[in-house]
């Protein structure tokens, strides 16, 4: 990193542009006469540059969106299993619970009809 006494602490500010108009002027000629300063901007602008976002192609676009779309649905699928697993789970037992008080009730009649008849 350059530490030039001139700008030292102003390049990176000056890259982002939030310098003020004078400050920035400073900069832009103290780099028309230093070597060392301007190649250590150019080096900056360049890694800035890749740094940048980048806009997907309309392809890349729809893979991504399409892949975002299926583990959004994986996922809410997964979340609505653990919802209803509860809910099945409850509809199952009081559907054993009815069922067995159903054949409870035959068995307590068919008894009941039974001791009926021999009476």
Known sequence: M???????????????????????????????????????????????????????????????LLAVRARTLRADRAVAGAILWPRRAFVAVAAGAVAAALFLGGMWVGGRRRRERSA
């Open 2 to 64: 350059n530490q030039c006494k001139h700008i030292g602490n102003l390049i990176g500010p000056y890259l982002y542009g939030d310098l003020t108009t004078q400050e920035a002027e400073i900069v832009e000629n103290h780099l028309n006469s230093c070597e060392r300063c301007r190649l250590e901007v150019d080096v900056r602008r360049k890694v800035l540059a890749r740094l940048a976002p980048q806009t997907p192609t309309p392809e890349e676009r729809t893979r991504i």
